[in-house]
């Protein structure tokens, strides 16, 4: 973490209102730790504009594993990018549905590729890419 820095903020009062709602239902200790939070998520977003940043990131899908065509390629693609992917968690949600959380780690463009490919696996019922910048 680089040093803290203090700067000031213009913003439309019921918005600030809102914000500071928000910020007491998480349980926020300050606007500087939400907003921080909040950039921080912000930024993660943008991975398209810094293909080359080493970056960590989670993909979670949700399938059904009946069908074993999608399980097949899931694991195919997981190989392909074995360079990248550091772990998977696999949870059994019922007797069809299940939640796969894998951890990714290299330059941006490989990850977003990864969650890319993996996200739009026929039959993923859902499908979310997340980059974490510490
Ligand atoms: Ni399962």
Same mark, same amino acid.
């Given at each position: 973490?680089g040093? !803290? #820095?203090?700067f000031?903020?213009?913003?439309?009062?019921?918005?600030l209102k /809102?914000f500071? &709602?928000?910020i007491h239902?998480?349980g926020f200790?300050?606007?500087?730790?939400?907003?921080?939070q909040?950039l921080?998520?912000?930024?993660?977003?943008?991975?398209d504009e810094?293909?080359e940043?080493?970056t960590t990131g989670?993909?979670?899908?949700?399938?059904?594993?009946?069908?074993r065509e !999608? #399980?097949?390629?899931l694991i195919d693609?997981q190989?392909e990018?074995v360079? /990248?992917v550091? &772990?998977t968690?696999?949870?059994?949600?019922d007797h069809?549905?299940?939640?796969?959380?894998?951890?990714?780690k290299?330059?941006?463009?490989n990850l977003k590729?990864l969650?890319d490919k993996?996200t739009?696996?026929?039959?993923?019922?859902?499908?979310?890419?997340?980059?974490?910048i510490?």
């Amino acid at each position: 973490m680089g040093k !803290l #820095v203090r700067f000031g903020i213009c913003m439309d009062e019921t918005l600030l209102k /809102n914000f500071d &709602s928000f910020i007491h239902k998480k349980g926020f200790k300050n606007r500087s730790q939400a907003i921080s939070q909040c950039l921080r998520d912000f930024l993660s977003q943008e991975l398209d504009e810094t293909p080359e940043q080493e970056t960590t990131g989670i993909i979670i899908l949700v399938y059904n594993h009946d069908k074993r065509e !999608l #399980v097949d390629t899931l694991i195919d693609l997981q190989h392909e990018f074995v360079e /990248n992917v550091i &772990s998977t968690l696999h949870v059994h949600l019922d007797h069809h549905n299940c939640l796969e959380i894998i951890v990714a780690k290299g330059v941006a463009k490989n990850l977003k590729s990864l969650a890319d490919k993996l996200t739009s696996v026929k039959g993923i019922k859902q499908g979310y890419f997340k980059a974490v910048i510490p």
